[in-house]
């Protein structure tokens, strides 16, 4: 078993209400390395998560941390490897602010800390991870078919390196620890602030699931939508849980103020994936 460390800085620009979040297998509190390669050379693991490269988080505390299995983490998500320039280091985030944002992607490399009873850690500390989660979900909101068969994938690719006596039971606890995807960590949260109601919860709940059906559509015409287009998409999924939850409510469950401009999509990211696949 090996340790994860997921990590935030400000995404976007210094002082950015919403968060970038990261995974390493290695505390940058001891050793922050500066740059991708010698992260590499050290026999260490940095997964960018549709991001740049940062020697240490800001603030310098993970976000979370704990032990996982190391070959899930690097089969479910390419670690070392810039996920603008190379697909196996996207996951199953296929298209940055379409499938997901940072927060997804950096979940599923999370995924790895797992087990048949315990739910896998999240970066749900980051700032903005309630929006983001109830507009992409926590593995993305396209994907879930792929999601599903890439865990199955990665559990056969890994047992079959193992002696035989280990294989089953290997391949069943991965295959378990793909069950705890049933929970949804914005579900409880929500269930947590609107406890006292139900109804209200409900129609949050009907709500997003018509969010995340919306926004999961193509729109003919616009197979690469800009990052504006993605954001003002997003705001107006937004406004309408506002209007439903009002000011307080929204505030309680979301961590933010309605009328706060909803800019998760990364229009430098975005357009760096666009070059990278026209070239």
Known sequence: MTKLFAWVTPAFIQGSPADHTWVTTYDSREKAYSSLKKVENDGEDY??????FHKVGEPTEP?????????????????NADSRDIPAARGTIFKYGVDGVC????????????????????????????????????????QKVAWQQKIEHCAQQIISGAPHEFSDAARS?????????????FEEHAQDVLSDEPILLAKLLE???????????????FESPSAEMLNAQNQHMMDQAALLLGD??????????VGERIALVDPDILNKRAQSVQN
């Open 47 to 52: 997964w960018m998560c549709w991001g740049s």
């Open 63 to 79: 976000i979370a941390m704990g032990q996982a299995n190391l070959a899930v983490a690097r089969c479910l998500v390419k670690s």
């Open 103 to 142: 927060h997804q992607l950096a979940n599923q490399v999370l995924f790895s800390t797992g087990t048949a009873k315990t739910k896998p850690l999240t970066v749900k500390k980051a700032r903005w991870y309630r929006v983001s989660s109830f507009l992409y979900g926590m593995y993305g909101r396209r």
């Open 173 to 185: 606890k991965i295959i378990a620890t793909g069950k705890n995807m049933e929970f949804d960590d």
């Open 207 to 221: 709500l997003r699931s018509e969010v995340q059906a919306y926004i999961a559509r193509d729109i003919p015409g």
């Open 248 to 257: 307080e409510k929204f505030e309680q469950v979301f961590g933010i103020k």
